[in-house]
């Protein structure tokens, strides 16, 4: 931090640069063109870089450069836009001495499979996973972002209320309570329910694309919808808890109206090293 705030004192250009990320081969980052100007306290800086097939124009303000070596506070302004997304923050650093950024956060992409594709985490499926976009107030680091007043969208499912999610020493972690006016699970059905049985003694669903996803994270979930929305089936308002922790899986539906009657719905799945699963 005191080594990049000494260089932002100066003026620097940067062109035709490349970035590589331990021993590999192929760059990370290609073509980039920086430009690097300090004004009083603070500074900014302001350029172009190719990831992968993306042109990505960048920028980061700074209202005081002392905040990068843990000391003082300032305002904090980057934005990263590109083709098939975008993001920014906007906030306060170094407020209480912590590593983070405290202010608005918004990101969103056009096609969340492809942009996951392109930083290397290959989604299981053929669910489309479009559109999606994450914004609110809260806190950002290095290593979690926590949103007390979150917004998320992801292909038409749009819901409000608290998401935190950090990258944990083992598996990442996903946790919040958000509410909706329509949730419609209608796109991930085919995912959820899996592969053929033959050949294997496990379950469908465990082989499922979609719980082989999900299984990779602890994930700590309530959700609450006027309906839920699954193929020809739609229910009342509903709530709806998912807890997974080291593979060990919860599920709990509220008492709802659905097909003419009510219904609960409370599933269980543990992992055995004899029997692979066991559900009730």
Do not use: C, K
């Amino acid at each position: 931090g005191r080594a990049l705030q000494r260089i932002l004192r100066h003026p620097l250009t940067v062109s035709n640069a490349s970035v590589a990320i331990g021993e590999t081969q192929e760059p990370v980052l290609r073509d980039m063109t920086l430009r690097l100007a300090a004004s009083g306290d603070g500074a900014s800086i302001r350029g172009a870089f190719l990831f992968d097939d993306q042109r990505v124009e960048a920028t980061l303000s700074l209202a005081n450069t002392s905040v990068l070596a843990g000391e003082g506070t300032g305002s904090v302004i980057a934005t990263l836009n590109a083709p098939l997304a975008s993001l920014r923050i906007e906030g306060m650093a170094g407020e209480g001495g912590a590593p983070r950024l405290a202010g608005t956060f918004a990101a969103s992409t056009s096609d969340l499979r492809g942009l996951m594709r392109r930083l290397g985490y290959a989604l299981i499926g053929d669910t489309a996973f479009g559109v999606a976009e994450i914004s609110g107030t809260g806190s950002v680091s290095l290593s979690a972002l926590e949103l007390d007043a979150a917004r998320v969208e992801l292909d038409g499912n749009a819901g409000e209320g608290r998401l935190a999610l950090s990258d944990g020493s083992l598996r990442p972690r996903l946790e919040g309570t958000l509410a909706f006016e329509r949730l419609d699970f209608s796109p991930y059905l085919e995912d959820l329910r899996g592969f053929s049985r033959t050949g294997t003694p496990e379950p469908d669903w465990v082989r499922a694309p979609m719980f082989q996803l999900l299984s990779g994270a602890d994930i700590d979930l309530r959700l609450s919808a006027a309906s839920l929305v699954a193929g020809t089936l739609e229910t009342g308002p509903s709530a709806v808890s998912l807890l997974l922790r080291d593979g060990d899986l919860s599920v709990n539906l509220s008492e709802t109206q659905v097909a003419g009657g009510t219904g609960a719905l409370t599933v269980r799945a543990r992992p055995e090293a004899e029997n692979g699963y066991a559900a009730t």
